[in-house]
């Protein structure tokens, strides 16, 4: 495909807000995750949560769309002048012509939540909480296009876990076929008692910090993040990073556990590939899903160890963040751009003792060496799959 | 360039009133067709899963089975876009009120199955489909977004894309602030490429701007106004009359006029 410039992009995780705090958490292998403070109801385990979101206030103008959720989104627009680069983009293009297209699994459902355990004398929403756009999983997307004046072709994808991956493709999409000329991708999701209790009703939950492809692994740590990256033509950056390709793809297998073979990973791996025009061995580094489950770890690390030889390097960073579930697709997309901009593999924390089934690919402590491509590998529930391509400017695909 | 054109070639249909969309157009013919049996059938699950599923899958999967058919496409083979403005409205309703009492007592299967994404996933599993498959939302501009999106996918990728947009009714305290008042599922799958099955062709035109609804007649206009989902009738209505000019919202700010011409 024609790769597109990714010219501006920003994260915000337990790891720290805006891109020079998570290079600097990076960098020193120092994980974000503590012990659950967050939940309406005890649950021991760990999470990745982000600091002083609570504290932080919406503008007065936006104040109908207060929640979590868009807190976090707004706290997250605000680091690495991200912000600035989209009303360059608005005011370039035109605001009709800067696609938004955002991922996210629970959206803010932590307000409707909210609503529902202090609901009022006639069992009703809270009046304070009868805000309805805030109680659709569209939330996100159109707080996002309201509060930057957007005008174009707005979507919330929502695919669990893949949900901000996917983003990237939709976009590229957009902008091939002529429907915008520019698209604010990312995804924003947020602690709420619905994943906690949730994916704990699973038995997916570890009881202490997640350890991705280690050994003794028994489960996930669940975060929040918010990401945002702006895409254009490369004529319009050509000296900016890269989206290279992007492969997306159905287990057709099962809702909650993946298909056993890595069947589905593999498709939107080898169809990112291909977008790319890239052998595997051209890859210098993969951010792997690793959430820590037992069973997506021991697929996704065979797919690794088969696909790939020994000098592409492999860590999952969910040892750092959390699981951030929806936005952990442009969370590590921004991982996988800062490996290429600084030169880091970040090392896989929390994998001390490496399960049997992890190859020579995998990068236990950081690593300084020059990365050219990187991809980004994201699943989810029902079996959806993304895996995206990212190189620096100038890398022939 | 903001103009797409696609061609439809199946069209599927679902609701307490509509058994499909061959009931569509008797009802604008004049006729009252029968109304179906109250829970879709959605044949495409296997029994057990057809059994277990919970409504807004069997909507969503009862609506798509109908639109394959008509298509006469291998469901494995086709790229899938599911828009909905709520999701599981049941599901929703049965967490938060669970989360608000007994948070340790809930239930795995509800939980994984109310992932934005589950209607989707039931039907790549059941039909085997390994192709990109996405779920999608945009409140009351679901059907529009997803659409411009399924429209996007054909043409970019030059395959056959079925697009599901579909929404149940609201449940418990929840429905005050979703008002969806009845179900209705509505599917179709697009082609890139005029071929022997196709029905209409659609050009499809960016619109700067809150989109105007196109005026329907009653009763549609009264069940366009009780489900963001039934955004859809507008364009169904004219696949009904065989061709026509008709305004969806694609977003809060963005109209997509649809300009339909029937084939053959």
Redesign the interface.
């Given at each position: 495909m024609t790769p597109l410039a990714v010219t501006a992009c920003t994260a915000t995780s337990a790891m720290g807000s805006g891109l020079a705090a998570q290079f600097d958490a990076l960098a020193h292998a120092r994980s974000g995750l503590r012990p659950n403070d967050f939940?309406?109801?005890p649950?021991a385990c760990w999470i990745g949560r982000v600091e002083g979101v609570e504290d932080f206030a919406l503008p007065a103008a936006l104040a109908a769309w207060d929640c979590r959720n868009n807190r976090l989104a707004w706290l997250g627009l605000q680091k690495d002048g991200f912000i600035e680069r989209v009303h360059a983009a608005r005011a370039r293009y035109g605001a009709?012509r800067v696609a938004l297209l955002l991922g996210t699994?629970t959206a803010s459902?932590g307000a409707?939540?909210e609503?529902?355990?202090r609901?009022d004398a006639d069992?009703?929403?809270p009046d304070d909480l009868?805000?309805?756009?805030i109680?659709?999983?569209?939330s996100l997307?159109?707080f996002v296009?309201?509060a930057l004046a957007l005008?174009?072709?707005?979507?919330?994808?929502?695919?669990?876990c893949s949900s901000s991956a996917?983003v990237f493709?939709?976009a590229?999409?957009?902008l091939?076929?002529?429907?915008a000329d520019a698209a604010l991708v990312g995804g924003v999701d947020t602690l709420c008692?619905?994943v906690l209790?949730?994916?704990?009703?699973?038995?997916l939950v570890s009881p202490e910090p997640c350890r991705p492809f280690d050994r003794a692994r028994n489960g996930i740590s669940i975060g929040e993040a918010a990401g945002f990256a702006l895409l254009e033509r490369v004529e319009a950056a050509p000296q900016a990073p890269r989206l290279l390709g992007y492969g997306?793809?159905?287990?057709?297998?099962?809702?909650?556990t993946p298909h056993p073979d890595g069947?589905?990973a593999e498709?939107a791996l080898n169809d990112a590939l291909a977008r790319a025009g890239l052998d595997a061995a051209q890859v210098d580094y993969i951010n792997l899903h690793g959430t820590a489950s037992q069973k997506n770890d021991e697929v996704e690390a065979a797919l690794v160890a088969r696909v790939f030889p020994p000098r592409t390097r492999a860590s999952s960073t969910k040892g750092f963040t959390g699981h951030t579930l929806g936005a952990a697709g442009i969370l590590e997309a921004t991982v996988a751009l800062q490996a290429i901009e600084h030169g880091l593999i970040p090392g896989n924390l929390g994998g001390d003792t490496p399960d049997p089934s992890c190859g020579a690919q995998f990068a236990w402590r950081n690593e300084h060496r020059r990365v050219d491509v990187a991809l980004s590998n994201s699943f989810?529930?029902?079996?959806?799959n993304a895996c995206l391509a990212f190189a620096r400017a100038g890398v022939a695909a | 360039m903001n103009a797409l054109r696609v061609w439809v070639e199946g069209v599927g249909l679902w609701s307490p009133q509509l058994a499909d969309f061959a009931a569509l157009r008797a009802l604008l013919a004049g006729a009252a067709p029968a109304p179906p049996p109250p829970r879709p059938a959605a044949a495409t699950l296997p029994p057990n899963e057809r059994r277990r599923a919970p409504e807004s899958v069997l909507l969503a999967v009862e609506a798509a089975g109908q639109a394959v058919a008509m298509s006469g496409h291998d469901a494995a083979a086709l790229a899938c876009v599911f828009a909905s403005s709520h999701g599981d409205q049941a599901i929703t309703d049965y967490m938060c009120a669970t989360l608000a009492q007994a948070p340790a007592e809930l239930s795995p299967t509800r939980f994984h199955n109310s992932v934005h994404n589950a209607a989707v996933g039931y039907w790549t599993i059941a039909t085997g489909c390994h192709a990109p498959s996405t779920a999608i939302c945009a409140q009351r501009a679901s059907f529009g977004a997803g659409l411009l999106e399924a429209a996007g996918l054909a043409l970019a990728e030059q395959r056959a894309v079925l697009l599901v947009c579909s929404d149940t009714a609201g449940s418990g305290p929840l429905d005050e602030v979703t008002r969806c008042r009845q179900s209705f599922g509505c599917a179709l799958v697009l082609a890139p490429q005029a071929g022997a099955a196709a029905l209409a062709r659609l050009d499809l035109a960016l619109q700067a701007g809150a989109a105007i609804d196109t005026p329907l007649p009653a009763p549609l206009d009264d069940w366009r106004a009780g489900n963001p989902s039934a955004a859809s009738l507008s364009l169904l209505a004219l696949l009904a009359a065989r061709g026509g000019r008709c305004e969806l919202a694609a977003a809060a700010t963005l109209g997509l006029r649809i300009d339909m011409e029937h084939v053959a």
């Open positions: 939940s309406s109801a649950l009709a699994s459902i409707t939540e609503a529902y355990r609901l069992g009703g929403i009868l805000r309805p756009a109680h659709a999983p569209h997307a159109a296009a309201a005008e174009g072709p707005c979507l919330t994808v929502s695919t669990a996917k493709a939709s590229e999409r957009m091939r076929l002529g429907l008692d619905s209790f949730g994916f704990n009703a699973l038995e997306e793809s159905s287990d057709a297998h099962h809702m909650s069947l589905g498709l989810g529930f029902g079996g959806n | -």
